[in-house]
């Protein structure tokens, strides 16, 4: 398939590889910002095939897995009611809430949906006058922009019954956080290279020179993720800390200016809490005053509630790097992709759910597993 077969062939694989091993004199701990890179690295097991001092961190960008739980049960409560229609990406389905999640929400008698776009959560609005329809609105600076282009539509169009539960997040703050943690062990990003296609590439040479790491813009697919690995370790080891494209087929330095727009029209920055991270400055968008209106929360004004995260839980650690998924004690035996106990061992961008589906306990996944959302 054009663009996806030569970005996994295995001969050049072993090329990067090996150019890879001839650089590296010393040991070095790289991030890769997004989960779907985690899966590329496990599932290919890339990890295990990098010299021994080459560590790969796991970084926070699973947008299922940050989405506070405060907004999970707010999710919950507003899905409950029996006015609404409530739409989500199914991967949002089975992450625990406090006490239950949407799916059982809907075998409640709920009315969730799972869409495959926030503008068909618009046409149910309209095909639904008498019903208030609610989209999910969660996840980085690549779900950001059609978000936003509903809650544009809705109201150019006048469909007064929908509305976003925002829980958006922004990767550069993400990267700041990390590197002023005091455990932080990280000395150099693969950045997700989706992020730079909307975004561009501005916001990261300012990081690069303040922590003085290297940050290159990374692909997905095997060989995206090992040419990625290789600039950065050069410049490793030649000392240097600048913003590289190693991912220009989908990259520009200026990224989308249209989804760029559309985000400055409709969304503003505020502080967002990152599910076991905490709240980070800066690094979310809410709906802007113009669209207060479409704002589920403010429509809805479900405050007061009491959240309660499994204590056996350590997503919070896998999170920030500071803990292998196979390293908590829940792993693969209470909590499994059929029994989660964290939204990273849900999300098809966890990194619980990477481990367990692709090697850890050495039996292969059930089909159920191995397909752990609807
Ligand atoms: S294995 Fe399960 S309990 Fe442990 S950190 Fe991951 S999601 Fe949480």
């Not at 520009?252 to 980070?280: C, H, K, S, Y």
């Not at 790097?321 to 964290?342: D, S, V, Y």
Request: hydrophobic letters at 40%.
């Amino acid at each position: 398939m054009k663009y996806l077969d030569e970005f996994q062939d295995p001969g050049l694989a072993r090329r990067l590889l090996d150019e890879i091993r001839a650089t590296v004199t010393r040991p070095w701990a790289l991030m890769e910002v997004c989960g779907g890179q985690t899966h590329t690295i496990i599932r290919h097991g890339i990890d295990q095939l990098l010299p021994d001092n080459v560590e790969l961190i796991h970084g926070p960008g699973c947008p299922v897995c940050v989405t506070p739980l405060e907004v999970i049960d707010k999710a919950l409560e507003i899905a409950a009611r029996p006015d609404v229609i409530f739409c989500s990406f199914g991967d949002m389905l089975r992450v625990p809430g406090s006490d239950r999640d949407l799916f059982q929400v809907r075998s409640r008698g709920g009315d969730v949906r799972v869409v495959y776009s926030p503008l068909d959560a618009l046409k149910i609005a309209q095909q639904n006058p008498h019903r208030q329809v609610v989209f999910f609105g969660i996840g980085f600076e690549t779900t950001a922009p059609p978000n936003a282009m509903t809650v544009h539509q809705a109201r150019k169009l006048g469909i007064p019954n929908f509305s976003l539960l925002v829980s958006h997040v922004r990767v550069p703050p993400a990267i700041e956080a990390i590197m002023q943690s005091p455990s932080c062990r990280v000395q150099a990003f693969l950045a997700a290279g989706h992020v730079c296609s909307v975004m561009g590439i501005r916001e990261y040479p300012e990081l690069a020179e303040r922590f003085r790491v290297p940050i290159v813009v990374t692909g997905f697919e095997p060989l995206d993720i090992l040419e990625g690995i290789r600039r950065t370790v050069r410049q490793l080891e030649r000392g240097e800390h600048t913003v590289d494209n190693a991912y220009p087929r989908a990259v520009r330095p200026e990224g989308n200016p249209a989804a760029q727009a559309m985000l400055a029209d409709v969304f503003e920055v505020t502080d967002r809490a990152w599910r076991g991270i905490g709240t980070i400055p800066a690094s979310g968008w809410r709906l802007s005053e113009r669209y207060r209106d479409y704002d589920a929360e403010y429509r809805f004004s479900v405050e007061g509630l009491t959240t309660r995260e499994p204590a056996a839980c350590r997503s919070g650690e896998v999170l920030q790097g500071l803990l292998k998924p196979h390293e908590c004690e829940a792993f693969g035996t209470t909590c499994t992709p059929r029994t989660p106990l964290g939204a990273t061992m849900v999300s098809s961008e966890g990194a619980c759910a990477a481990y367990y589906l692709y090697r850890r306990l050495g039996t292969p996944p059930t089909p159920q597993e191995a397909s752990p959302v609807a």
